[in-house]
């Protein structure tokens, strides 16, 4: 049996039914009969961004051997767990990087030259009434990226078509990258106008933006956030906005998701999306093909296509 930990695509439930005798956790109303009943037969879960496997599911799933999530990150899942476990853990890298990276972009331009704010300047009719108020440019800019791994990378080849000026952190320098590092996240953002979040997320790399690094990033200063919403410390980045202290910022994940602080409903200088990072048919539809092949090489005992555990 495969459990599912929540819906997260119809191709990919299509195919795993195809495949295994599958179990939708939300559709489970008594979980502990449940659990009573099947824990002995299931032996994968799938989970995602939002529900992976923590130690409580993992301890109530003795016959588990494998998690196979449907995202790159695997902060939902409790990796050190597994480890010790032994049980195998698989994600869906390489194929959502150019779409992850693509919409870094989007919120980039969106942000800094307002259209999201412009397409409701002309559908409320506004725009006869006079002209829409000017932006920020974005070419040639200077971009700040915190985690230079597939996704940074991506964004920074993106970037560089637009004339800016790229440097990066992360743990340690990568001395084949042509891009300057800074050592820590304070210097890069008192030395860039856009700061990117594409690191994991971690026990280091929570809050990894917090108020220091929004002082140095400054009144001109943007933040984009690609990565996961507690990457930032999210009652800061709001009071930042709300008093000017920060000139924007672009979010396609938030703290406590779906719950996006009312605060930024009102300003016209933030760009709001529901974490669509990867949201594409084409792109969901090959992280479902990952999730479904290490399975099937899991228990064909064949070597796993992505594992990470
Ligand atoms: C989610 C993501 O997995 O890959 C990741 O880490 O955050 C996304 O691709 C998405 O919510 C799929 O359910």
């Given amino acids: 049996g495969v459990l599912i930990a929540c819906p997260m695509s119809s191709y990919l439930e299509q195919e795993l039914d195809k495949r295994f005798n599958l179990f939708r956790m939300w559709n489970i109303p008594q979980k502990n009969d449940f659990f009573k009943e099947n824990s002995g037969s299931i032996r994968a879960v799938v989970g995602n961004a ?22 790159v990150g ?4 409790d990796l050190g767990y597994c480890k010790e476990k032994g ?3 698989t994600n869906t890298p390489d ?25 409701r300047y002309v559908r409320s009719g ?27 990378a991506a964004i920074a080849k993106r970037a560089e078509a637009f004339n800016c000026s790229i440097s990066y952190y992360s743990r340690s320098e990568k001395p084949e990258s042509k891009y300057k590092y800074f050592p820590s996240v304070v210097e890069l953002a008192s030395n860039c106008d856009i700061l990117i979040v594409a690191c994991a997320l971690t026990e280091e790399t929570r809050h990894i933006i917090n108020r220091e690094v929004i002082d140095a990033l400054g009144p001109k200063g943007y933040v984009i956030n690609i990565g996961r919403g507690p990457h930032v410390d ?13 000139a924007g910022a672009g979010l396609d994940v938030f703290e406590h998701e779906p719950h996006v602080p009312e605060e930024l409903f009102g300003l016209d200088n933030v760009v709001l999306l529901p974490h669509v990072g990867s949201g594409t048919v084409e792109t969901r ?17 064949k070597p796993l296509l992505t594992p990470v555990v």
């Fill in 126 to 152: 506004l725009w006869k009434k006079g002209n829409f108020k000017l932006t920020t440019k974005f070419s040639g800019k200077r971009v700040g990226i915190i985690g230079l791994g597939r996704i940074g």
């Fill in 234 to 246: 999210e009652p800061e980045l709001v009071s930042a906005l709300v008093e000017g202290r920060l």
């Fill in 74 to 77: 695997l902060d939902k899942v």
């Fill in 50 to 71: 939002s529900a992976g496997a923590d130690r409580e599911l993992i301890d109530s799933l003795p016959a588990l051997e494998i998690v196979s999530s449907f995202s």
């Fill in 95 to 119: 194929v959502l990087t150019e779409d992850v990276a693509d919409l870094a972009i989007g919120l980039i331009l969106a942000t800094l030259r307002g259209i999201c704010e412009c397409d």
């Fill in 285 to 301: 539809n090959a992280m479902a093909d990952l999730v479904v092949g290490n399975l099937e090489a899991h228990f064909s005992k």
């Fill in 87 to 89: 049980i195998r853990v």
